[in-house]
C-alpha cells in the first residue's frame, strides 16, 4: 500500500482502519454495466486519453439462459446501442475494448493485465480476484473510475491486515476453493470488512496461480477490501504461460519486495492485526450454504446435515464456472471427474452447467478435446 | 458478477437444491427463487455430486451404481494446470484504442432511452440561496437504494433524465409516513418525488433534501449524487452521512450539509421554506457552523 501512495514515497505511518489515505492506481478495468456513467463522466474532463490505462469488459448485460451462442446473440441485439457507445468512447479516449463474449472482466484481468506488486481498481466486487497474481486489486464504484481515469488520487481507508499461514500442502478432492470456503466459515460474511487479507507460508506457494484467484475472488463474500498472495514461482509460470514473460523476468529480478519480509511470515502476530493458520495436508473438501457462503460445512459431516435440516436431498443442477472458478485447472478437474462418469457408463443425474471464464480457456478447453 | 442462470430450470419457483462453484449463493442469486438451496463448492465437487444427483453423496467414502448394476467409485480429480500446448485463442474479442482519437466519434442516439451525452451542470450563482423549497423530509434509513433504486431502473444507468425518474421514491416522507409522496409546497397537491422535483425545477425553484442519520449508505452508485443535481436540489441536509455517499454528492458539486445540533431534524416542516446564508463567506478556515439558514421564522445552524 504504501508504494502505492498518491503522493510519492511515504513519509509518515498510518494508523490502519482509521486514517483516509490518497492512493495512485496503476489500472482501471470497468464491466459494462458500471461503465457507462463512469465514461459518459468522463467525457466532460475534457482529457484527450484516460490518465491510466483502462479497459471495458462487456459481461455483465449478457444473461445467461440458453446457451453461449443464443445468449451472446440475443445480447448484441438488446444491449446493441450500450456496446456501440463503450467501443466508440474506449476507441476515442485509448481505452482497451473487450467485446461481449470475450470472457468475464476478471478472468481476463488475470490472463491480460494483473501484474505483480501493482494496485488496481475495477467497478465490480469481484475485481479483488486478480491479488491471485500478487496485485493489490479493489472493487469501486463508478465515480471512483472516473476519477482515477481523470487523473485525481483516489482516496481509500487504511486497511486492517489479516494474515492467513497456510501450512503443508492439498491433495486429493482438496482445491483451492475449500480454503476460502474454510475461512469464510471461520470470519463470517463480515469478518474481513476494512481488511486485506494476506495469504502465506508454504501451504501458499504450492497452490496455482488461478486457485490463488479463486481464494482472494471470495474474498469479496466475506467483506474483505481485496486478498492477496505474495510474488512466487506460480504466479511466475502463470505469467510466462499467458504470453507475459517479460513480466515474469522483472518480478523475478525483484522477487524479494513483491512478498512479505521473512521475520513478517516467521511473527505474524507482530505484524497483522488478526491470523488465521490452516493446515492444507488435514483441510477437508468444503460445501457452503445454503442461502449464505459463511455456513461451511466438511464433507464428512454434509451429509448429516442436510438430513437434520431437511434440505433438498434431490440436486436439480450443477454450476460450474463464473468469475470464481473457470480457470483451466479447474475445467481439468471437473472434467476427470465427468470423465469417469462416462467411461463407467453412468449418466449424470442432475442438469450441468459450464461457463467458462474466457473465450481463452474455451477455446483451449475444446482444443483438448478434438 | 451477477451471472444469472434464470431460464434454464427451476421455472415452478418450488423447493430444490442446486450447487455450484460460483462465489455467492445469497437467496434468489442465481434463478431469482427463493426456495432453492443454493450451496458453493469447488468443481470437482460440484461435478461429483451433479453425477450422483444427490446433495448426501460424499465422493470420498460412496460409490455409485450404473444402470448394469456395476458399483464403481470416482477417483481423485486429476487436472492439468497450465494447457500442455500453451493457451490459445483465436479471436480474443479484444479492440484496441485507436493511435490517435481525437475524430473518434462517440456513438450515442439523441433518441435513445438508455444513453444521454451529459450537460455540464450549471455553476453556482455565487450568492445565498434563498427560498428553497422542502422537497422530503426522509425519515430513518435512507440508503442509495431509497434514493436511486436498482432492479428495473438499471437499464436507464447511462441515461441521467430516465433515470432521475427514480429519485428518492424509495424513501419514507416523515410528514405521512409515505413513500414516493411529497406536497408540492406551489400547489398544495400531492405527488411523486421526481414529479413534484421537475415541478420546482420547470418554476425555477431550488429545494432541499432533508435526511435522517447515515443517509446514503449501500452502495457507491454515483446516481444518487448525480439525481438531484441534475433536477435542481439545492442541497441535502441530514442528521449524518455515509461517508462515500457525501463525498459523491460533493463531487456532482451538491451542497452536503449536516445540523450540528441533530435535534433541529425536529424543527423542520412540511412547508418550509429555507434559505442558506453565509454561502459567500464559506471558507475552510472556521470550520464549524460555515452556515446558518432559517427556516420560516427558525434559524438552524450547520456544519
Not at chain 1, 499461514?165 to 469464510?184: C, E, Q, R, Y
Not at chain 1, 510474488?231 to 514473460?245: C, Q, S
Not at chain 2, 422535483?197 to 425553484?205: C, E, F, I, P
Amino acid at each position: 500500500m504504501y508504494a502505492h501512495l498518491w503522493q510519492g514515497a511515504a513519509t509518515t505511518a498510518y494508523e490502519r482502519g482509521k486514517d483516509y489515505v490518497e492512493f495512485a492506481p496503476d489500472r482501471v478495468a470497468m464491466q459494462d454495466a458500471t461503465a457507462q456513467m463512469a465514461l459518459l463522466q468522463f467525457m466532460q474532463a475534457g482529457r484527450k486519453t484516460v490518465a491510466v490505462p483502462s479497459t471495458v469488459h462487456c459481461d455483465h448485460l449478457i444473461q445467461a439462459e440458453v446457451g453461449a451462442v443464443e445468449d451472446l446473440s440475443k445480447a448484441k441485439t438488446q444491449n446493441k446501442e450500450v456496446y456501440d457507445f463503450l467501443a466508440s468512447v474506449s476507441n476515442k479516449y485509448g481505452i482497451g475494448f473487450w467485446k461481449p463474449g470475450a470472457g468475464i472482466i476478471h478472468q481476463v484481468v488475470l490472463e491480460q493485465y494483473a501484474f505483480p506488486g501493482g494496485m488496481m481498481i475495477g467497478t465490480d466486487s469481484h475485481t479483488v480476484n486478480a491479488g491471485g497474481l500478487g496485485i493489490i486489486a479493489i472493487g469501486v464504484g463508478g465515480a471512483d473510475a472516473c476519477d482515477v481515469m481523470a487523473g485525481l488520487p483516489w482516496e481509500l481507508k487504511f486497511p486492517k491486515l489479516i494474515g492467513v499461514k497456510l501450512t503443508g500442502k492439498l491433495s486429493g478432492w482438496t482445491a483451492s476453493k475449500d480454503i476460502i470456503l474454510k475461512v469464510a466459515g471461520i470470519l463470517t460474511v463480515k469478518g474481513g470488512t476494512g481488511a486485506i487479507l494476506e495469504y502465506f507460508g508454504d501451504g501458499a506457494k504450492s497452490l496455482s496461480c488461478t486457485g490463488k484467484g479463486t481464494i482472494c475472488n471470495m474474498g469479496a463474500e466475506i467483506g474483505a477490501t481485496t486478498s492477496i498472495f505474495g510474488y512466487d514461482a506460480k504466479m511466475g509460470e502463470y505469467l510466462r504461460g499467458t504470453g507475459r514473460a517479460e513480466i515474469a523476468d522483472g518480478a523475478d529480478a525483484i522477487a524479494e519486495h513483491l512478498t512479505g519480509d521473512d521475520e513478517v511470515y516467521a511473527n505474524p502476530e507482530s505484524y497483522f492485526d488478526q491470523v488465521i493458520e490452516i493446515n492444507l495436508s488435514e483441510l477437508e473438501p468444503h460445501i457452503n450454504g445454503p442461502f449464505t457462503p459463511d455456513l461451511a460445512w466438511p464433507i464428512s459431516k454434509f451429509a448429516d446435515a442436510v438430513k437434520v435440516n431437511g434440505w433438498p436431498d434431490q440436486m436439480e443442477v450443477g454450476l460450474i464456472g463464473s468469475c470464481t472458478n473457470s480457470s483451466y485447472e479447474d475445467i481439468t478437474r471437473a472434467a476427470s471427474i465427468a470423465k469417469q462418469a462416462s467411461d463407467n457408463n453412468f449418466k449424470a443425474k442432475a442438469e450441468f452447467i459450464i461457463t467458462p471464464g474466457s473465450e481463452q480457456v474455451r477455446y483451449t478447453v475444446e482444443r483438448m478435446v478434438t | 458478477m451477477y451471472w444469472t442462470v434464470g431460464k434454464a430450470f427451476n421455472r415452478s419457483y418450488k423447493k430444490n437444491s442446486i450447487v455450484t462453484s460460483y462465489n455467492s449463493n445469497f437467496s434468489k442469486r442465481n434463478d431469482g427463487n427463493p426456495n432453492t438451496h443454493a450451496f458453493v463448492a469447488s468443481p470437482e465437487i460440484t461435478t461429483a455430486l451433479a453425477i450422483a444427483g444427490s446433495l448426501s453423496f460424499n465422493p470420498l467414502t460412496d460409490y455409485l451404481t450404473n444402470d448394469k448394476g456395476e458399483k464403481f467409485k470416482l477417483e481423485e480429480p486429476l487436472g492439468i494446470e497450465m494447457p500442455v500446448k500453451g493457451y490459445a485463442v483465436e479471436d480474443a474479442g479484444f479492440q484496441a484504442p485507436a493511435e490517435d482519437g481525437s475524430k473518434v466519434e462517440v456513438l450515442v442516439s439523441p433518441t435513445s432511452d438508455r444513453l444521454q451525452i451529459l450537460e455540464p451542470f450549471k455553476a453556482w450563482e455565487g450568492t445565498d440561496l434563498k427560498g428553497l423549497k422542502l422537497l422530503i423530509k426522509a425519515k430513518g434509513k435512507c440508503t442509495t437504494d431509497h434514493i436511486s433504486m436498482a432492479g428495473p431502473w438499471l437499464k436507464f444507468r447511462g441515461h441521467l433524465d430516465n433515470i432521475s425518474n427514480n429519485m428518492l421514491i424509495g424513501a419514507l416522507n416523515f410528514f405521512n409516513e409515505k413513500t414516493d409522496n411529497v406536497k408540492n409546497q406551489l400547489t398544495g397537491e400531492y405527488g411523486t418525488v421526481p414529479g413534484t422535483q421537475r415541478a420546482y425545477k420547470a418554476a425555477g425553484v431550488g429545494s432541499v433534501v432533508v435526511g435522517d442519520e447515515n443517509y446514503g449508505e449501500g452502495s457507491s452508485r454515483e446516481h444518487a449524487a448525480m439525481e438531484p443535481r441534475f433536477l435542481g436540489v439545492r442541497a441535502v441536509l441530514v442528521k449524518s452521512f455515509a461517508r462515500i455517499h457525501e463525498t459523491n454528492l460533493k463531487k456532482q458539486g451538491m451542497l452536503g450539509l449536516t445540523f450540528a445540533d441533530k435535534e433541529d431534524y425536529n424543527k423542520i416542516q412540511e412547508d418550509d421554506s429555507i434559505d442558506i446564508i453565509g454561502l459567500t463567506s464559506f471558507a475552510p478556515a472556521n470550520n464549524c457552523k460555515w452556515f446558518l439558514t432559517m427556516l420560516m421564522e427558525h434559524q438552524i445552524p450547520l456544519m
